[in-house]
């Protein structure tokens, strides 16, 4: 499987980040990508309470225009995309999910996945972020077949909860995508170490889309967006600015590692 992860520098105007959007998929198309891994917040990087206003439904009834642009581009260029977060309605209004959205290459949902770990935290610097304050969590664990091969869904912070990624192994997911908007002051430091070490512990790809740059409210994110093989090698990677990186998923290889490494075997719980 060929695969692509793109990197944005979303900011407040929506339709501004749907054509960078449309753009990128189609030159990773261009590039060969049989699956396109957008970062999260990729149609809006601003105030987290406009996000109520920016919500969509995701049963595929009426889409949004959030749904419509990466649902459009999969048809267009064949290929399949992941959205990897984006604001849906919930019954609670004020605080709607922060939904991954996995589109086929006919332009079809094959699967959402709803953030389950919101990132609430006070860094160091004094920086604040609340994001269940105009965020409802998820509660499942979600893999989808794409081209013969089980992928499992995950965003940003989920990747400080090796749990939830061995739930993923268990489901039988081969790949699993980690989008981001990470911040620079924890992506410095912890953003490679804990991709790498998911692929590791799960004999995995990791496909890591991220957010690079300044946004609004004084929001800087870390970028590298990377993919890591099963050996916990990274294998392809994205430098500054917006771009896409490209990598070919070899699953004889990853049956190798898991032959000549067999610790899922070994799991005692």
């Known amino acids: 499987m060929q695969v692509a992860v ?14 960078r959007v449309r753009h990128w998929i189609a ?4 590039a060969g990508a049989q699956l396109v891994a957008l970062p999260e917040n990729f149609a809006f990087m601003g105030e987290e309470a406009q996000k109520r206003e920016l919500a969509e439904h995701l049963d595929g009834a009426f889409p949004g225009p959030i749904l419509t642009a990466i649902a459009e581009s999969a048809a267009k260029y064949g290929v399949w995309v992941l959205g990897g977060g984006m604001p849906e ?29 919101l990132f609430d935290v006070t860094l160091p610097d004094g920086t604040s972020y609340r994001e269940s304050a105009a965020t409802s969590p998820g509660s499942e ?22 749990e939830l990624y061995r739930r993923l192994v268990e489901q039988g997911a081969r790949v699993v995508v980690i989008p981001a908007a990470f911040t620079l002051a924890t992506g410095k430091d912890h953003w490679h170490t804990l991709v790498r070490a998911r692929a590791i512990e799960n004999q995995v790809y990791v496909l890591a889309p991220g957010q690079q740059g300044k946004h ?12 890591v093989d099963p050996w916990g090698e990274v294998v392809a990677q994205c ?24 610790s899922l075997l070994h799991r005692t719980w």
């Open 27 to 30: 030159q990773a198309a261009a």
């Open 89 to 117: 309605r919930n019954v609670d209004l004020s605080r709607p999910y922060n939904t991954a959205v996995l589109v086929d290459s006919r332009g079809s949902i094959a699967a959402t996945y709803r953030k389950v770990h």
């Open 141 to 162: 664990a979600v893999t989808a077949e794409v081209l013969g091969t089980r992928v499992g869904l995950s965003v940003c912070y989920d990747v400080r909860f090796p």
């Open 239 to 262: 430098s500054e600015g917006e771009g896409f990186a490209t990598a070919r998923l070899d699953f004889a290889y990853q049956d190798r590692v898991r032959t000549a490494l067999p």
């Open 216 to 227: 609004p409210r004084g929001r800087q994110t870390y970028g590298k967006s990377i993919i």
């Open 6 to 19: 793109v990197q944005l520098n979303s900011q407040e105007d929506v339709q501004e980040n749907l054509s």
